[in-house]
């Protein structure tokens, strides 16, 4: 168990709608990452933040947008769905800027 | 931009081989990390090295960082049923003109090993 909390664990939604991912982070870490993989795909970055604000961007579409909050969870929001946005989409979470990230469970999203 | 090369794709092993994967890239990295994924989980740390030339052991796994900071390898011996899984490479690149550090992760390793 990694300490890092994802809800929900399986979604099935329809292109065109949203859908919002949540994730706990470890206790005590101030950073949060999002990634998303997809079949033959590695992990692709999406966004980070820290302590409540965004200190990085990755690949992340303009459909999307996350937040964390003052209590340091995370939301991952996803709109206009596409059945290209099926994915396996992982949060994680570390205490320092090392690299040692701590990943959830993941949530598994299929659009369609 | 950077990429990380990972090889081989996958492999098929008899338990009880050895095993040995790397990670390529045209840029220099301040910390490679080792992550193992298996199914239906999120990936967890296996190992993680901090300085060229570095190598590191844990268990049956060992990896070293690369003395030029572009490549690194992980190592399994006498490999069991439970090490089937998904191995990713990670190269972090400290970002010392701003705030953001950089972790970029390889395409990963499948492994299959058979009893």
């Known amino acids: 168990d990694s300490g890092v909390t994802q809800t929900p664990k399986h979604l099935i939604t329809a292109t065109g709608q949203r859908v919002t991912l949540r994730c706990s982070p470890r206790?005590?870490?101030?950073?949060v990452y999002w990634y998303q993989q997809s079949l033959d795909q590695g992990l692709q970055f999406l966004i980070q933040?820290?302590?409540?604000?965004?200190?990085a961007k990755g690949n992340i579409l303009e459909r999307f947008s996350a937040q964390q909050f003052p209590d340091l969870h995370s939301e991952l929001n996803l709109s206009s769905l596409e059945l290209g946005d099926s994915a396996l989409y992982f949060c994680?979470?570390?205490?320092?800027?090392?690299?040692?990230?701590?990943f959830g469970e993941g949530s598994r999203l299929t659009v369609l | 931009g950077q990429q990380l090369n990972q090889s081989p794709q996958s492999m098929f092993i008899q338990e009880g081989e050895d095993v040995s994967m790397n990670c390529t890239s045209s840029?220099?990295?301040?910390?490679w990390l080792w992550y193992k994924q298996d199914p239906g989980e999120g990936p967890v740390l296996l190992i993680a090295?901090?300085?060229?030339?570095e190598l590191t052991s844990n268990g049956r796994l060992t990896a070293q960082f690369g003395i030029t900071r572009k490549d690194s390898f992980l190592n399994i011996s006498a490999s069991i049923p439970s090490d089937v899984g998904i191995y990713f490479c990670?190269?972090?690149?400290?970002?010392?003109?701003?705030?953001?550090?950089?972790?970029?992760f390889g395409t990963g390793t499948l492994l299959a090993v058979q009893p």
């Open positions: 994680a979470s570390s205490a320092g800027s090392l690299g040692e990230l701590f």
């Open positions: 206790s005590g870490d101030l950073s």
């Open positions: 933040y820290y302590n409540g604000e965004e200190r």
């Open positions: 840029s220099i990295f301040n910390t």
């Open positions: 090295l901090y300085k060229a030339g």
């Open positions: 990670a190269g972090l690149v400290l970002n010392y003109g701003g705030a953001t550090n950089k972790l970029i």
